[in-house]
């Protein structure tokens, strides 16, 4: 039975059985690669995407369970037109390898959304699930208070 | 292949005139000029394997692989720089498996010497040297390398590609050569005209390269200054594309699950496996079954369910016996002895304080962020492979020899890879997709692996012990005679990457013990090969990582021995030794406010490595806080002597720094039955947002020679925090990871 979900304000279908993680319907069914794998059992955040706005962890989400809008990585914006908090990321040049930044940066977002001037220790709470083996933290620090002194005005 | 592995042999052999009969022996090969892998574009040129250039554009072409380190960028700026045109204006791509891409860096490593002291004639045998690296096909990325071998190769590429652009110019317009000057893309004759190169591209290419002169460091705009990456906007958006977002067409998704001790496999059952929806097939691999679905997490669930007798390990089972095996490695003849200055053998000098200690390191997996994966598709004819890789054309050979078709019928792309530390250097993994795509030809299959399989079927950094003795005297060590055992990860990869069986002294398996420097009167150091088979490679900073703590640790003890500061204590014994690397612990000396007195509740170490060219010098703070203790700061000096972009330079260092906090701390790969008892992060943890100290970085440039950036950063951090703790705590650790002894913020 197909089962229908919003991404990125696009409708989108899909056969898979309904116990499959949203991470893998929709890296490999709906081709949409810029959500992450890292470790499949929600310890490192690189596949995080927001649901109705709040952060979660793709690969503990059942597409059975998805309970709301879904957006990723490629939905928070594009190489032409980067949400700030996206454009923030280049100007301090934070990332090294890149392969959790997707996560990071949808965790990010998140917080911004609900805070959106955190202190150095908001940072600390909100951004402790999400790994980096490159060690970009102090940037990925920076590239949030920029970004939220920028949608602060 | 018989002769190259005899200049292998002769190569690895450290001894100067086994060196120079190698190198001498190999010059008529090395000396031809390599094919360019790139053919030219209609209506425009390809310059050499560096530089392309048609109507739509300028591509330049990057030799080593981007991993994090940021090489695409800065190998693409040294071409701009000679070339005139800005890096936002191009297109910068990964070069294809090819000689012309050889790593010429990688194997002046090899060089007898401590290298800290080589001088001009040491360094031009060093390059001489490296040119074997094309006979070994070394295509590598690892060994902090790629500037050391990029940076004189690439520049000449660029200005090559200029003159034949102004040659062009000169041709068209009937203005001399001389008078033309090139600015962002485009070549300006003295009345204003402005030729784009994209409209010369073709007549240049018919014009003979000459070989130009380089620019002058003065006349530098882009080297040396801080360069936006040309990966960051793409990886911000998601858009980048890594090994695991390939997706030809009709791809099909395949997991895979292997012995987890390591050796083969007796049988397999996939009834059960076969009837889970979305699951197409079962495969068997040797050592490992694949699962193929159409989704990776379907084919994950099924491999779980797939019922599989397993072979016996062929290691001892038990993380006790392992480290039982590398103790007797010491009671075996010393596999080299890389220093004996002095009369080290007959102990502490007459009326000095002998100071004694053992250190013990565990086994560590890379766990880069992105699992391994590798994509393939065999048509009978063909193989095309796209597969994050650290040497591109090991990683296509092996695959060409696994189903059995000569090389240039395997084409192999090298996306962006999520993070390699060393791990993506072997082609395991490579070479099962390959094994996989065989069996079922022409349908492209990725071949994924979980987290799981990742950090329990690595290469791992070898678990390593070491005996140290020492004297003080007069506020001076009069003594330093240094053991390791572990086992050996040049002879494992030589092995695995080349078959060919690696003799003589090993001078990676004692680095930054052998090569410390420190002047100390009696010095020796001796290294040992652990007979034990677990599968281990190169880890960031390779032996580095472990000698530096037993190294750094072991001055820290001497230093209190003699009631001397451990900072000035270094200092005593390195100003003459080697004065670059003086200033760079002068410089955190100075950047920390380094007193040798810290406040209750604080304490501060020291650590210095030499490793990879580089020098580099670390102070760390630790914190005593309610939840445990947390490391503050750490302030680092280094010295590559030209830091050829200081932003991607000081995030190495950073970076490298972070990657040797998190094994020191947490990290640890243990044995139980033969199999590793790690499967997943949680069991494997790093240093997070909330753990991470400030992180102060210089750069100094007093060194003649370029030296590394991936690599040096990581060694110095273990015996700076071990130290810190001693400082703070007056507990001496002596075994990592250092949360077996300390209660950590977490």
């Known amino acids: 039975m197909a089962t229908r979900l919003t991404v990125n304000g696009k409708t989108l279908e899909t056969d898979l059985p309904e116990d499959v993680p949203l991470l893998w319907v929709l890296r490999d069914e709906f081709n949409m690669t810029g959500t992450k794998f890292g470790c499949g059992v929600s310890a490192c955040g690189a596949c995080t995407v927001h649901i109705d706005g709040e952060s979660q962890r793709s690969c503990q989400v059942r597409l059975g369970d998805i309970w709301g809008e879904v957006t990723t990585i490629e939905g928070l914006g594009t190489p032409d037109n980067m949400a700030v908090l996206q454009q923030a990321w280049v100007d301090h040049q934070v990332a090294q390898c890149g392969w959790c930044q997707s996560g990071q940066i949808m965790q990010a977002a998140s917080l911004l959304q609900q805070n959106p001037k955190p202190t150095d220790q908001d940072i600390d709470d909100a951004m402790q699930g999400n790994l980096c083996r490159c060690g970009t933290y102090p940037r990925i620090r920076a590239a949030i208070h920029d970004a939220a002194s920028k949608i602060g005005g | ?746």
């Open chain 2, 1 to 746: 292949m018989a002769n190259f592995k005899k200049i292998a042999r002769r190569t690895f052999l450290i001894g100067s005139a086994a060196i120079v009969g190698g190198a001498a022996f190999g010059a008529w090969y090395v000396s031809r000029p390599a094919e360019n892998p790139l053919k030219s574009p209609e209506g425009g040129a390809a310059f050499n394997p560096f530089v392309m250039i048609d109507q739509n554009g300028v591509t330049l072409i990057a030799k080593h692989v981007e991993m994090g380190q940021g090489s695409r960028t800065t190998l693409a700026a040294l071409i701009a720089e000679e070339l005139d045109v800005r890096l936002e204006d191009v297109k910068v791509l990964q070069g294809q498996p090819a000689q012309a891409y050889y790593n010429s860096a990688l194997l002046g490593e090899v060089l007898p010497g401590k290298g800290y002291d080589r001088g001009d004639f040491a360094h031009a045998l060093g390059e001489t040297l490296g040119v074997l690296g094309k006979v070994l096909n070394m295509q590598v990325t690892g060994g902090s390398s790629a500037m050391k071998d990029g940076f004189t190769e690439m520049r000449l590429a660029g200005a090559s590609a200029r003159e034949a652009l102004k040659d062009a110019a000169s041709a068209r317009l009937g203005v001399a050569k001389a008078d033309l000057k090139t600015e962002n893309g485009q070549v300006i004759a003295p009345d204003g005209t402005a030729l784009a190169y994209t409209e010369l591209a073709a007549e240049a290419g018919q014009m003979d390269l000459s070989e130009p002169e380089l620019r002058p460091a003065s006349e530098w705009k882009y080297i040396g200054k801080n360069m936006p990456r040309v990966d960051m906007a793409a990886k911000a958006t998601g858009t980048a594309e890594y090994g695991m977002d390939v997706r030809p067409e009709g791809l099909k998704f395949a997991a895979l699950r292997a012995n987890p001790r390591r050796s083969g496999m007796t049988s397999f059952d996939a009834a059960a496996a076969l009837t889970m929806p979305g699951v197409e097939g079962v495969y068997g691999l040797g050592d490992a079954i694949a699962v193929v679905a159409n989704n990776t997490w379907i084919a994950m669930q099924a491999a779980e369910a797939v019922d599989i007798t397993w072979g016996a390990a062929n290691y001892p089972n038990k993380t006790d016996q392992i480290f039982a095996r590398i103790e007797q490695g010491f009671d075996t003849e010393a596999n080299s002895t890389m220093r004996d200055d002095g009369d080290a053998g007959t102990g502490a000098p007459e009326g000095s304080t002998p100071v004694e200690a053992s250190y013990k390191v565990p086994y560590l997996a890379h766990a880069a962020m992105e699992p391994l994966n590798t994509t393939a598709l065999y048509t009978g004819d063909h193989l095309e492979i796209w597969s994050g890789n650290q040497g591109p054309m090991l990683h296509r050979q092996h695959a060409a020899t696994e189903v059995g078709l000569a090389e240039e019928n395997v084409t192999l792309h090298t996306p962006y890879l999520g993070g390699g530390f060393g791990r993506r250097g072997d082609f395991d993994y490579t070479v099962y997709a390959a094994r996989l795509a065989k069996l079922m030809p022409d349908t492209p299959v990725m071949l994924t692996w979980s987290r799981e399989e990742d950090m329990r079927h690595d290469f791992y950094r070898p678990g390593a012990l070491a005996r140290m003795k020492g004297a003080v005297q007069d506020g001076r060590a009069v003594l330093l005679d240094g053991q390791v055992s572990a086992q050996s990860t040049t002879v494992q990869i030589m092995k695995r990457w080349m078959d060919f069986e690696a003799g003589g002294p090993d001078k990676g398996h004692v680095d930054a013990l052998f090569n410390a420097p420190y002047a100390i009167e009696n010095h020796r150091v001796r290294g040992y090969h652990a007979d034990v088979d677990v599968p281990v490679g190169a880890w960031r900073s390779v032996a580095a990582s472990f000698n530096a703590f037993f190294q750094d640790s072991f001055m820290d003890e001497m230093a209190h021995a003699a009631g001397v500061d451990p900072l000035e204590f270094r200092l005593q014994h390195m100003r003459e030794e080697f004065p670059e690397g003086a200033a760079c612990l002068e410089k955190v000396r100075d950047m920390s406010g380094w007193t040798g007195e810290t406040p209750e509740g604080v304490g501060r170490g020291v650590g210095f490595a030499y490793s990879f060219g580089t020098p580099v010098a670390q102070v760390v703070e630790v914190v005593q806080q309610d939840s445990g203790i947390h490391v503050k700061k750490v302030w680092i000096a280094c010295d590559m002597g030209t830091a050829l972009d200081p932003s991607i330079v000081k995030a190495q260092m950073s970076g490298g720094m972070v990657y040797g906090l998190s094994a020191a701390i947490y990290e640890e790969i243990t044995f139980s039955g033969g199999e590793v008892e790690q499967f997943n992060f949680p069991d494997f943890d790093a240093t997070r947002m909330h753990t991470m100290p400030e992180v102060e970085v210089a750069i100094l440039e007093g060194q003649k020679h370029l030296g590394g950036a991936g690599e040096p950063g990581t060694p110095p951090i273990a015996p700076a925090l071990a130290n810190a703790l001693y400082d703070l705590t007056g507990t001496r650790a002596r075994e990592l990871p250092l949360n077996k002894t300390f209660d950590f913020k977490y």
